[in-house]
């Protein structure tokens, strides 16, 4: 089993910066990782892709935060982070981490609020 654990959110204003971090604990260093995302549920809406990372650290972006948010893993998929820069109030939302594993499935955390003030 893999647990993950998000941290870092809260409450920011418009153009500022936030760091989401993400903790795996459990058995992810006995898995074979292949990529890792940050999703987000904004109230009312359905869960979106924000950024993701593969194996190979290449990075996939949701058209409506590229050249904002970074994406990026340590070598042992332990940590996961997102950098924010130059955030908006639609940006508020339940950021979601997970990690997809080759052979045990794919592991989501409880998520973690941001909110954006105008």
């Known amino acids: 089993q893999v647990q993950l654990a998000e941290s870092g959110g809260g409450l920011v204003q418009a153009g500022g910066s936030l760091r989401l971090s993400c903790a795996a604990s459990?058995?992810?260093?006995?898995?074979?990782?292949?990529?890792a995302g940050w999703y987000r549920q904004p109230p009312g809406k359905q869960r979106e892709l924000v950024a993701r990372?593969?194996?190979?650290?290449?990075?996939d972006y949701a058209d409506s935060v590229k050249g904002r948010f970074t994406i990026s893993r340590d070598h042992l998929w332990k940590r996961v982070y997102l950098q924010m820069n130059d955030v908006r109030p639609e940006d508020t939302a339940v950021y979601y981490c997970s990690v997809q594993t080759r052979d045990h499935g794919t592991y989501w955390g409880q998520g973690t609020q941001v909110t954006v003030s105008s």
């Open positions: 459990g058995d992810i260093s006995r898995y074979a990782s292949v990529a």
């Open positions: 990372i593969t194996i190979a650290r290449t990075t």
